[in-house]
């Protein structure tokens, strides 16, 4: 039976990308294929996180969302919900009225 590699493992390189942290670990910053909206996705393989990660990350994606959304939205809100891929951390950015 063969494995299924997980998507956010491999993060193909076809949205655009905004960021790569390697310190304090690894995650990256970048829109999400399906919405089109930023998220951050941890690095590592795994659902559980701390709340110091889940703040660091949440820091590194307001600033992305200041610059993506300015001028278009007012608020928007960090949407922890892993609908399509349950088993790697990841959440987004979305405007308010998403």
Do not use: N, S
């Amino acid at each position: 039976m063969a494995v299924r590699l997980c998507d956010l493992c491999q993060l193909a390189r076809y949205t655009q990308w905004y960021a790569e942290f390697h310190y304090p670990f690894r995650f990256t910053i970048l829109d999400c294929d399906a919405c089109d909206v930023p998220m951050a996705v941890l690095g590592e393989h795994r659902v559980e996180v701390t709340p110091e990660e889940v703040a660091y990350m949440e820091k590194a994606l307001d600033l992305v969302a200041e610059q993506k959304f300015r001028g278009k939205f007012a608020k928007w809100i960090f949407d922890h919900k892993m609908r399509q891929i349950p088993d790697h951390y990841h959440f987004h950015v979305r405007p308010l009225l998403w």
